[in-house]
């Protein structure tokens, strides 16, 4: 993702979490449908107010992470205020 800084940026991966939470298994996140997910992903959450999406729009230049900051909050505070709302998110630093 090259300039996404990891330190102030939380990870989801949609496809990923609904495909294991549903117990289809890893292969199931190449599947069709999980380009799509992510864009709605990316779209929310470039609506939210604070929120600054650093995975490219474009599909062909993204995959089924999508890195996202939200202004005023810690990383993991948003990761924490996620899992309150039973939201899987990872962050790295």
Do not use: N, W, Y
């Amino acid at each position: 993702m090259g300039a996404v800084d990891q330190r102030d940026g939380v990870a989801l991966a949609p496809a990923a979490a609904l495909a294991l939470a549903r117990g289809a298994g890893a292969q199931a996140v190449a599947q069709p449908g999980a380009g799509q997910l992510s864009t709605r992903v990316k779209q929310g959450l470039s609506g939210m107010r604070g929120a600054t999406v650093h995975t490219p729009a474009d599909p062909e230049l993204s995959a089924g992470i999508t890195c996202f900051s939200v202004a005023g909050h810690t990383h993991q505070q948003v990761v924490d205020h996620a899992a309150a709302h039973r939201v899987r998110l990872s962050t790295s630093t």
